[in-house]
């Protein structure tokens, strides 16, 4: 791994990351810039900038810096100019923009009266999954969430769905209301026949225990469907 200091400090003082932060403001920098003034140095062929920029195009351009939220230490330490101490400080970042969001998202939705509130909670944790994960969210009577529950990975199938568990854990956090969350990785969040096949058979089983199943949301790039705005719950 060929690293040397080609770093900001290196390039010309009016194209220092640093330096027009400093004067202009963070919010005058580019995605790569701001990754470039924890990045610090870049390697051989690199400087930290072209080095951000590399980091930031691994997952395509239209994701770009919401990579970050989203590779794992093992995808970061094969990138050259990348050890360990910088593999640590990208999943960082990529944490705290994902707990950012989160709780912009909770405050905003101290409830989840409506599917955009409960879309929105879990869009950034969930919009680039690789694979589908169902999760629950157990609510009291006022849609407040109580806590939630990751249920299934893998593909959302009606014989993989235990609604005995999902009706034990739902009593077991008193839930009055539940929602199921899950992802679609292709990004559309169009239902599938397995998706209505799974809304029906775990309503079902909620209306037998006295539980109310609000919505089925499936997230999709930035987007999400609602069985309940559809009028199809």
């Keep these: 791994m060929n690293i040397i200091n080609t770093g900001i400090k290196d390039m010309p003082s009016d194209e220092r990351p640093y330096e ?14 701001l990754l470039a003034v924890i990045l610090r140095t870049g390697t051989k062929n690199l400087n930290s900038v072209a080095l951000a920029n590399h980091i930031l195009n691994l997952s395509g351009p239209a994701k770009g810096i919401t990579c970050l939220m989203h590779k794992s230490y093992d995808e970061y330490i094969k ?11 990208l999943l960082c970042i990529g944490e705290l923009a994902k707990r950012i969001w989160k709780r912009e ?3 905003k939705a101290v409830c989840f009266n409506s599917p955009a509130n409960c879309a929105g909670y879990y869009m950034q944790d969930m919009r680039h ?3 589908e994960e169902l999760r629950l969210a157990y609510l009291d009577t006022r849609q407040r969430l109580i806590s939630d529950s990751l249920i299934t990975i893998g ?25 199921m969350i899950h992802n679609h990785p292709s990004g559309n969040p ?18 037998s225990v006295g539980i109310y199943l609000n919505d089925h949301i499936i997230i999709g790039d930035n987007i999400y469907h609602s069985f309940r705005e559809q009028g199809n719950l």
């Design 20 to 33: 027009r932060c400093l004067e202009f403001g963070p919010s005058s920098l580019t995605d790569a810039e």
């Design 79 to 89: 990138i050259n100019g990348i050890g360990k101490v910088k593999a640590v400080q």
């Design 105 to 107: 998202a909770a405050i």
């Design 129 to 131: 999954l690789e694979q």
């Design 155 to 179: 593909t959302v199938n009606a014989s993989l769905i235990s609604v005995r568990e999902v009706l034990i854990d739902a009593l077991k956090h008193q839930a009055v209301n539940v929602i």
């Design 190 to 207: 169009s239902p599938s026949d397995d998706d209505r096949k799974v809304t029906e058979i775990v309503a079902n089983g909620c209306k």
